[in-house]
């Protein structure tokens, strides 16, 4: 691989970095909506329901299902941009490594 080639490669890494910081904080954002609506279901549903608080507490639960739901898919989709960043992140220093390694041997 060429010189050229790493640094093209770490410049598209480095944007593809940039572009997944502000798509962790988009994905956060929809998370703490969601969660937010969940507990909003939730409550109502809880103050709707009529019997004893178990009984109050399980049809909020089952009133709650589709937020709860749209709250895990939330979360699910925080964690694979995460695990995304973290890959490019692990991609950025193999080149980089690789850098290294080449100018060590043009040094020989």
Excluded: C, W, Y
């Excluded at 969601?34 to 178990?54: I, M, N, P, S």
């Amino acid at each position: 691989m060429m010189p050229s080639n790493i640094i093209k490669e770490l410049q598209e890494l480095t944007q593809t970095n940039r572009r997944g910081v502000d798509a962790l904080f988009e994905a956060e954002s929809e998370l703490a909506e969601a969660e937010h609506e969940l507990d909003r279901v939730e409550a109502h549903a809880f103050l709707e329901a009529q019997g004893t608080v178990a009984d109050r507490q399980a049809l909020a639960r089952l009133e709650a299902a589709d937020a709860r739901l749209a709250r895990d898919i939330a979360k699910a989709k925080v964690n694979r941009v995460r695990t995304k960043l973290k890959v490019i992140e692990s991609e950025i220093m193999a080149q980089a490594t690789m850098s290294k390694m080449m100018q060590a041997e043009m040094k020989l």
